[in-house]
């Protein structure tokens, strides 16, 4: 901490109502007994890597036969997969966004684990929406407080359901909300 | 299938105001309660509330900063591993949070017993917090996780002012604003605070 602490009255002034000065200067009392929050290192500006999954340990005596059952069965799941399927596949999302607006149109955007770069795909799933005359596009926007805050990609639809890739760059969590916007517009059409 | 693409937008729709979308805030248990159903997302939030907390509380108990760190992100493993065991009918989420990372803390201290030897006498054992050190650990936790809440530019009026040893009029010339401003967000931030800490401040 800093060996020199702030007067109070220097930072609040003094025309405060006894009350709320009563109230603020046990805040800065607070202030001066907790001392400063640590910095945190680059490290420590995201959370740990998790696994989405719980491990839920087998008895020892049954773990030989359990780990050979799961490896016959993911062999035979993995040849049926290939066979039915081909070799692709997308992996299930982390969340899935259900949106709604207007006249029944409904979206459902499905966010998927993050990339090695940042970036958060997406896939939104659009229905109801008229389709806009060529050269014009609905957006999708990340909200902070009431307010369109980031712009995650523009799209037009077809009659019917629409599917969209998108990608977010941002960190999702300091986001509260999504709209879908006409461009160039700031009324929302599809809201969280 | 449409190809989209990211786009800047004009800077004026940014600042569009649409009310109806806003939520509250989710409380700390509300956000452990969504991390016990894998939602990774509640997850950053958590750790973005909490992560300075955990490891100013790290840095109380493990004088290695390096360990402290490893703490940290082992203790926010921690709670993504049991956050199925918050009960919310048995207190809120801050405590609970709390206790997570003690048990990790004192473990961490446990399993490297050499790495403590220049620890004072009364934290080698690692489990021991006297209780005035363990009012304070508490305070701390508190005080540092409530200035998340501040807007960011509320927070540097603040940590400017207490731990930078800066004066009003410096923070001013410091950061480019007027000195009334300084004074303003200063207020401001401290009644934000004030009602954050509502229950240390009674």
């Not at chain 1, 957006?139 to 990609?153: K, Q, V, Y």
């Not at chain 2, 960011?152 to 950061?175: D, M, T």
Request: net charge negative.
């Amino acid at each position: 901490m800093t060996e020199r602490p702030p007067a109070f009255d220097d930072l609040v002034g003094d025309d405060l109502a006894p009350g709320e000065r009563e109230r603020l200067q046990a805040v800065h009392e607070l202030l001066l007994r907790a001392g400063p929050p640590p910095e945190l290192p680059p490290a420590l500006e995201q959370p740990p890597t998790v696994e989405a999954g719980t491990l839920i340990p087998f008895p020892r005596r049954y773990r030989f036969t359990a780990v050979a059952a799961a490896a016959a069965i993911a062999v035979v799941l993995f040849g049926a997969g290939y066979l039915l399927g081909g070799s692709g596949g997308s992996p299930p999302p982390l969340r899935t966004v259900e949106m709604r607006g207007a006249g029944g149109a409904t979206a459902s955007l499905a966010v998927f684990a993050r990339d090695d770069a940042g970036n958060w795909p997406m896939e939104l799933t659009v229905s109801g929406l008229e389709p806009l005359p060529a050269g014009e596009t609905y957006e999708l926007w990340l909200t902070r407080g009431g307010e369109l805050a980031e712009a995650c990609g523009t799209f037009a639809v077809a009659a019917g359901t629409t599917e969209v890739p998108l990608n977010a760059p941002y960190r999702l969590s300091a986001f509260d909300g999504w709209v879908v916007v006409r461009a160039g517009t700031a009324t929302p059409l599809l809201t969280t | 299938m449409d190809v989209a693409l990211c786009t800047a937008l004009p800077s004026d729709l940014r600042a569009a105001s649409i009310t109806f979308v806003s939520e509250p805030s989710p409380t700390d248990g509300e956000l452990i309660a969504r991390i016990a159903a894998r939602d990774r997302f509640a997850f950053e939030e958590l750790h973005r509330r909490y992560a300075r907390a955990v490891l100013g509380f790290a840095l109380r108990r493990i004088p290695d900063r390096g360990r402290a760190e490893d703490a940290t992100q082992d203790s926010f493993a921690a709670v993504w591993r049991s956050a199925s065991t918050y009960d919310p009918a048995r207190g809120p989420g801050a405590p609970w949070l709390y206790t997570v990372a003690r048990n990790v803390i004192v473990d961490a201290l446990r399993r490297s017993p050499a790495a403590t030897v220049a620890d004072p006498p009364e934290l080698a054992s690692g489990e021991v917090e006297p209780p005035e050190q363990a009012e304070a650990s508490w305070l701390a936790w508190r005080v540092h996780r409530a200035l998340t809440v501040l807007p960011e530019h509320e927070r540097p009026v603040i940590e400017l002012a207490y731990w930078s040893g800066l004066s009003q009029s410096e923070i001013a010339e410091f950061l480019h604003i007027p000195l009334g401003t300084v004074k303003t967000r200063t207020r401001s931030a401290l009644a934000r605070l004030a009602d954050e800490l509502e229950g240390e401040l009674r």
